[in-house]
């Protein structure tokens, strides 16, 4: 519980790629000391969703991309040492059908050189319908962050990913920080749908009220549990109204899509601000 929580900006899980397609965009320092968080890794490949995975809709996006990535041996021998020249700190965001999928993904990136953190993504908005071990209640999510804790070194952090739930979010991040989570991230996106009925999850900007409902819940229940923001944020102002609710950190997800340069301006403007307090 000790391990620091990196910040005060990082990527969302997915929201910066590889590393690769962000680097050029990322300030005169390229992924250099920050904090990425990578797409969500499986022990096998997922190909993702088929069909139309995002649509724009006012102030944000729906997707149901469906966690497409090359399966954590590729990543191990590809991605991961790319990212670590690069000078990334990198949080792993892991991913799983079964508790010890989830398990074994940690104590395998435990020994993998340059994993900074993991990220425990335990808020798909449709956990099941991705084929993910369903974590709806508080408890199972706690299980599943205990199983990762206890394959990771105390001295890294474990970052439990919450969905947005504003009437469950404060017992999910008691159950998981009293698991061992190092922090929660609140939150991931909303429930929604396509305009075809299918469904997806919702964020940017027009999900970012709900998000700061939840880390306004979560920082005034639970003060010794960090909480990092993401939900929405875009600019300084966004970033700040997080913190000034509590939040240590905040993570830049769909904004990197429209502008890949916002995460070396919010780098850049609130790292004097972190300074001085």
């Known amino acids: 519980m000790s391990a620091v929580v990196p910040g005060p900006v990082m990527t969302a899980a997915g929201c910066g790629g590889t590393g690769r397609e962000l680097a050029p965009f990322a300030g005169p320092d390229g992924l250099a000391g920050l904090a990425f968080v990578t797409r969500s890794i499986t022990l096998d490949p997922r190909a993702g969703t088929p069909g139309r995975r995002i649509a724009e809709v006012p102030g944000g996006l729906v997707n149901a991309v469906g966690l497409p990535n090359p399966g954590l041996e590729h990543f191990l021998a590809t991605e991961l040492p790319w990212l670590v020249r690069a000078g990334a700190e990198v949080i792993v965001s892991v991913a799983g059908a079964t508790m010890g999928e989830y398990a074994d993904l940690a104590r395998r990136l435990a020994l993998a050189p340059g994993v900074a953190g993991l990220e425990v993504n335990v808020g798909s908005p449709d956990d099941a319908g991705n084929g993910l071990f369903e974590t709806r209640e508080p408890f199972h999510a706690a299980s599943v962050v205990a199983a990762v804790r206890?394959?990771?070194?105390?001295?890294?952090?474990?970052?439990?990913?919450?969905?947005?739930?504003?009437?469950?979010?404060?017992?999910?991040?008691?159950?998981?920080?009293?698991?061992?989570?190092s922090a929660v991230?609140?939150?991931?996106?909303?429930?929604?749908?396509?305009?075809?009925?299918?469904?997806?999850?919702?964020s940017g900007p027009a999900a970012a009220a709900v998000?700061?409902?939840?880390?306004?819940?979560?920082?005034?229940?639970?003060?010794?549990?960090?909480?990092?923001?993401?939900?929405?944020?875009?600019?300084?102002?966004?970033a700040r109204t997080y913190l000034a609710a509590g939040a240590v950190a905040v993570q830049v997800g769909t904004a990197?899509?429209?502008?890949?340069?916002?995460?070396?301006?919010?780098?850049?403007d609130l790292a004097p601000s972190r300074e001085d307090a």
């Open 185 to 202: 991230v609140v939150g991931n996106a909303v429930p929604a749908a396509f305009a075809d009925g299918r469904p997806g999850g919702l």
């Open 256 to 268: 990197l899509l429209h502008d890949p340069t916002t995460v070396a301006r919010l780098r850049a």
């Open 211 to 238: 998000a700061l409902r939840c880390v306004v819940a979560v920082a005034r229940s639970l003060p010794a549990v960090p909480v990092v923001a993401s939900g929405g944020v875009h600019d300084v102002r966004s």
């Open 150 to 181: 206890r394959e990771f070194p105390a001295d890294r952090p474990v970052l439990a990913k919450l969905r947005p739930d504003v009437s469950r979010v404060v017992e999910g991040a008691r159950a998981c920080h009293e698991a061992g989570a």
